[in-house]
């Protein structure tokens, strides 16, 4: 190896040196990848996020909805449609068993142990207060069901006559004036049970002042005849006025006694014997007493506190026991109840519009065979009956089998996708309604909020010293103030509409915008970068919004758009507090207004709960692809 001397007096002549690659063309290599802005950078990383992209679509698609169906929307949300309320939600036919407009009824038992069911109509064959036609897969129990309330589908049991204070009482039957007739009888039937609590009882025959005693203190419960007739010629009583029969029970021993009966009959060898009562009605004789326990406790004054023959009155506790029910299951078509067929009658001038207009052919001579329905627009599928007038002979009326929804304006049976509420307006609609005005709310008081959330905290964290102090105090003053008390204060002397809200939240709201940009301040106000650029000679203008914003500005975005949500959910508090907005739709409306039916039709509550939440997750998704996306330090990156 040469030393350096030698080094430092080697002569280098022409030969020491060649060209490399002489006979090579070199020129600049043209860049695989194109230049990107920092708009494109920025959208690049966000694009990389996966669910920041689903979040960015499911956003833009339910804006979009709630700019759209309120619009092209056919149902008008300020309208009340009572013959539509509580319909389930349908998106297919009945009978597919899944978002068929459907509602099945079952069995539950609570925790006492007693039946929550739906009530069998033994008489009319169909569970009770529902449409015939709209019930499927009807299931009814084979045995009754033993209870103890008197329900008006209810059949047989016993009528419980009970006694709890010191002093006798009474059950005293219907006031009566029989027709002259013979053998008068009551024919009784009584129930033991196992409680121990049966008492002493009698029977007594009352006639205006008269007491007849037709069976003394006992405790028989077995049945028998009481002959009133042979009573009244041992008393030497020709006839019966304002009469009744009356069941007397001694006081209980211990905390309670009763009776148990089951039937009280009159009966008369006069078939056609009839009785007046003391306000002058007249009934049959047979309609005193009682054969059906049930029936019998479910009589009661009318209106104007007349009492109806066979109405017992009691100065003790009079119920019923063992009552027979039947319950059933079954599946329940909302929409074919309410828009099915129905009879209709038809005035004879709006049914010669339609023959007219060719929706039909009738001939008033051969009769209802003569209808022939012509177009899909004839509300009629089938004429039943018609009316003539009788003199000439010309058409009055028909009575036909229609559709209702075609009498409520339909053309076709409508389909509500997330059903109906109380009010009958459809569900679908009023939820994008409403999450129309909640973001039109969210996005003004979260655009307000940062901007001045940015201006406040800008001017805190950049110039530090005094004017950070007596800002930040200025702030904590402000933060001290509960929220809602600031809320309430606008309500009460604003009023409860969107300008108060937007006023309300905004009074507040932008001081974590400024708190969050105050600390970004602080942390990049020291930077080498910040330093070198005020030492060229910037402004102070420049090294905020030139550089030291740009670098703080991930946090603070993403911070600001979940202050939209944030928003919605306050609104929804304050509904809840009966201070929501008023004569507007929104989501803390919507919610509030259905909370009391979450147990009877959960779906008023499930479907705008659900928006809310896909509501709340994508904005926060969203805001956290922004902060990537608006991060400097990643710009340029590869991932």
């Not at 149902?75 to 509602?103: C, I, Q, R």
């Not at 013979?182 to 008269?210: A, H």
């Not at 012509?374 to 058409?395: A, F, M, Y």
Request: hydrophobic fraction near 40%.
């Amino acid at each position: 190896m040469k030393n350096v001397s030698e080094i430092r007096n080697y002569k280098f002549t022409e030969n020491s040196f060649k060209f490399v690659q002489s006979d090579a063309k070199l020129s600049d290599v043209k860049l695989d990848t194109k230049p990107r802005t920092a708009a494109q950078d920025a959208f690049r990383r966000f694009c990389k996020n996966k669910s920041s992209v689903v979040a960015a679509v499911i956003l833009g698609l339910l804006i979009l909805l709630s700019l759209i169906v309120p619009l092209f929307s056919s149902y008008d949300v300020g309208t009340v449609h009572l013959s539509e309320t509580f319909l389930e939600p349908k998106l297919f036919n009945a009978g597919f068993g899944f978002w068929d407009g459907t509602k099945k009824y079952t069995k539950t038992y609570s925790q006492d142990g007693s039946v929550q069911a739906i009530v069998y109509d033994t008489v009319n064959k169909v569970p009770a207060g529902f449409t015939a036609s709209a019930v499927y897969n009807l299931v009814v129990d084979e045995k009754p069901t033993l209870v103890n309330v008197a329900n008006t589908y209810g059949t047989g049991g016993s009528v419980i006559f009970e006694n709890q204070s010191d002093s006798v009482t009474y059950l005293n039957s219907s006031t009566f004036t029989p027709t002259a007739a013979d053998n008068y009888k009551v024919n009784i039937i009584l129930r033991q049970d196992e409680s121990g609590q049966l008492g002493e009882y009698r029977v007594l025959l009352k006639n205006d002042n008269d007491e007849i005693v037709l069976k003394d203190w006992s405790k028989d419960y077995s049945s028998y005849t009481l002959d009133l007739s042979g009573a009244l010629v041992a008393k030497n009583i020709d006839s019966l006025h304002n009469a009744r029969l009356s069941f007397e029970l001694k006081p209980a021993e211990k905390d309670y006694s009763h009776i148990l009966l089951e039937r009280c009959v009159f009966t008369t060898d006069d078939d056609d014997a009839f009785i007046t009562s003391s306000d002058g009605a007249v009934a049959d004789f047979s309609e005193l007493g009682f054969a059906d326990a049930t029936r019998m406790i479910l009589k009661a004054p009318n209106s104007q506190n007349v009492f109806p023959a066979g109405y017992w009155s009691s100065n003790g506790r009079k119920g019923i026991v063992d009552s027979e029910v039947y319950y059933c299951t079954f599946v329940y078509d909302t929409y074919e109840a309410v828009y099915g067929e129905v009879e209709v009658v038809y005035a004879a001038s709006d049914f010669n519009d339609m023959i007219a207009k060719g929706w039909c052919e009738y001939d008033a001579e051969v009769g209802p065979s003569s209808f022939k329905r012509l177009s899909d627009e004839c509300p009629i599928t089938e004429v039943l009956s018609q009316k003539v007038n009788s003199r000439t002979g010309r058409l009055q009326e028909i009575t036909g089998v229609s559709y209702k929804y075609r009498a409520l304006g339909y053309k076709k049976m409508p389909r509500f996708l997330f059903g109906t509420d109380a009010s009958g307006m459809d569900l679908f609609t009023r939820i994008f309604t409403g999450m129309r005005t909640s973001l039109l709310l969210g996005v003004c008081t979260a655009a307000f909020c940062l901007v001045f959330g940015l201006c406040w905290g800008s001017i805190s964290g950049y110039f530090g010293g005094t004017v950070d102090l007596a800002m930040e105090r200025f702030c904590d003053i402000l933060g001290g103030v509960p929220w809602i008390v600031i809320m309430t204060l606008c309500i009460l002397h604003l009023g409860n509409n969107f300008a108060t809200f937007f006023l309300a939240l905004c009074m507040t709201g932008w001081m974590g915008t400024a708190a969050r940009t105050r600390t970004q301040f602080y942390r990049f106000k020291g930077r080498e970068y910040v330093l070198a650029s005020r030492t060229l000679g910037s402004s102070d203008m420049r090294l905020i919004f030139k550089h030291i914003l740009p670098n703080a500005l991930g946090t603070i975005v993403t911070s600001s758009v979940l202050m939209i949500p944030s928003t919605i959910f306050s609104e929804a508090t304050l509904s809840y507090l009966n201070l929501g907005l008023q004569g507007k739709e929104a989501f803390g409306v919507l919610l509030s207004s259905n909370q009391q039916y979450i147990q009877t039709h959960p779906f008023l509550i499930v479907f705008p709960s659900v928006i809310m939440a896909l509501l709340m997750i994508s904005f926060n998704l969203f805001g956290n692809g922004l902060r990537d996306a608006l991060n400097p330090s990643l710009r340029g990156a590869e991932g």
